[in-house]
């Protein structure tokens, strides 16, 4: 596939590049770029990633051949320092294409980036040439976002969009778009749920593969980011990377869109922002149960017991859902809004099944 232009950075990417989270290897890396992917992604909080590219840099022994991107989500002039400098000394590099803010999703984070310091950092970082351009990402789909994008200080942005979750397509991205951002697009798997087996398990069904290319059919984003952590997932990505393929149709855009909704979309798409858990439960895994057992609820029993003993299983006795004490905290990091203490309740009815009082 052609590259695509990322916005006022000038910058020449390809329409699918890396996500790079936590469980990547320089391996892994390496197959995706040589494989033609010259875009990563990644973050100071995405455990040994950094490390992990800066091990395939040093391999590849071409730093230009490579656009990488990093976030920090420090609110504080202290912290974002600490990172940027720990993120540089990681990759082994003098220099980050994109520096990204991570992450600013809410009116009071947004105050605290333009308060503590953090934009005019990112400006005298990019006069100093160890930042060659500035990004937003977010999980807002409302105003804060538009303000941020409005603001001027950024050239790209980085948005969660798939074809679970298509509203950017009608708000953001044409916003986004008229601004000359380079757009960036975070989840095209929807956390994983807009893959084969899990989207199976969640009662529709839709590949990896038509995942992504249902992202990239929009020309107006520049390019698409899924987390790969196994070899499998980086060739099945570079499958539609290196084909012919050259977009869905508008009705076959809305065809996959419409056979993806999800019962209420009150789903997990397993991000992990509502981590930690003050009650150490496992709230992602907990989740994806419940995502499960929302489907098959009185539809298939086989499937909830199923579900039920699996939860039994993976979830420690001493830190189920009903260790919740409702104190609402994970609601506020959650990026989708879910009503979480809500659905550990829940949870707690699907232990309840195979575990009765």
């Known amino acids: 596939m052609e590259k695509r232009r990322l916005g006022k950075t000038e910058l020449l990417v390809s329409p699918i590049g890396y996500g790079a989270l936590t469980g990547i290897t320089s391996e892994t890396l390496l197959a995706g770029v040589r494989g033609g992917m010259n875009f990563i992604d990644t973050a100071r909080a995405y455990g040994s990633s950094e490390m992990e590219i800066g091990k395939m840099l040093k391999e590849l022994g071409e730093r230009s051949r490579v656009i990488i991107s990093t976030k920090s989500a420090s609110r504080t002039l202290e912290g974002f320092r600490r990172d940027f400098a720990t993120s540089l000394e990681m990759l082994g590099t003098d220099y980050i ?32 040439g160890t930042i060659r351009h500035l990004g937003i990402s977010t999980h807002d789909n409302g105003d ?56 199976r398990e969640m009662g529709f ?24 952590d196994a070899v499998e997932y980086v060739e099945s990505a570079l499958s539609v990377l290196n084909s012919d393929f050259d977009g869905f149709s508008d009705e076959e855009i809305k065809s996959i869109s419409g056979n ?47 579900i039920s003993a699996e939860f039994n299983k993976r979830i420690p006795a001493d830190k189920g859902p009903e260790r919740c004490t409702k104190c609402g905290i994970c609601k506020q990091k959650c990026p989708y809004d879910l009503p979480i203490p809500e659905l550990m309740e829940n949870c707690v009815k699907i232990k309840q099944h195979i575990n009765p009082a």
């Not at 803010?101 to 100093?128: M, P």
């Not at 019962?263 to 439960?281: A, H, L, S, T, V």
């Open 260 to 306: 993806v909704s999800i019962k209420g979309r009150e789903y997990c798409r397993g991000c992990g922002y509502c981590r930690p858990c003050p009650q150490e439960i496992p709230l992602p895994e907990v989740l994806a149960l419940n995502n499960r057992w929302e489907v098959y609820y009185y539809a298939d029993w086989a499937q909830m017991h199923l």
């Open 144 to 199: 804060i976002a538009a303000e941020m994008m409005k603001s001027g200080h950024f050239e790209a942005v980085m948005l969660a969009y798939n074809a679970a979750n298509p509203e950017a397509a009608e708000t953001h991205i044409p916003l986004a778009k008229s601004l000359d951002l380079g757009i960036i697009i975070m989840k095209p798997y929807g956390g994983g749920v807009l893959t084969e087996k899990r989207s």
């Open 97 to 128: 294409d994109i520096m990204f803010l991570h992450d600013v999703s809410t009116a009071e984070n947004w105050r605290l980036v333009q308060n503590n310091g953090l934009i005019d950092e990112l400006y005298r970082l990019k006069e100093e």
């Open 205 to 228: 069904s839709i590949t990896a593969e038509d995942a992504l290319k249902w992202v990239i059919s929009n020309k107006d984003i520049s390019v698409a980011i899924p987390g790969m």
